[in-house]
């Protein structure tokens, strides 16, 4: 069963922007990678960014300049500031721990993710 808990998605025009929160357990935050996803209707579920418990990042290619990721240790949150949003960054975001080369996720359980909608 997934322990983090995914929150501050809603509806924004394109252009806006939105900061998400993943809070995870303190056994899985502290000791690994941490990724966040997301799900448009109709396709699979893709890595938007990840980072490493050193603090190393990633970003997929749609969301480079856009999008930033970082880390809380005190707080076991991951955050995911999004900026310049348009309507392809629609979808619901999840976030998992995560292999640090690859980012793909480490467990197979999912949260319940947040939803975003960007449209005018």
């Known amino acids: 069963q997934a322990q983090q808990v995914e929150s501050g998605g809603g509806l924004v025009q394109p252009g806006g922007s939105l900061i998400l929160s993943c809070l995870a357990p303190g056994n899985i935050f502290g000791r690994h990678a941490m990724g966040w996803y997301r799900q448009a209707p109709g396709k699979e579920r893709e890595l938007v960014a990840g980072i490493t418990a050193e603090g190393r990042t990633q970003y997929s290619d749609f969301v480079k300049g856009r999008f930033t990721i970082s880390r809380d240790g005190p707080k076991s949150t991951v955050y995911l500031q999004m900026n310049s949003l348009q309507p392809d960054d629609t979808g619901v975001y999840y976030c998992?721990?995560?292999?640090?080369?690859?980012?793909?996720?480490?467990?197979?359980?999912w949260g319940q993710g947040t939803q975003v909608t960007v449209s005018s």
């Open positions: 998992n721990a995560a292999r640090p080369v690859s980012f793909t996720p480490l467990f197979g359980s």
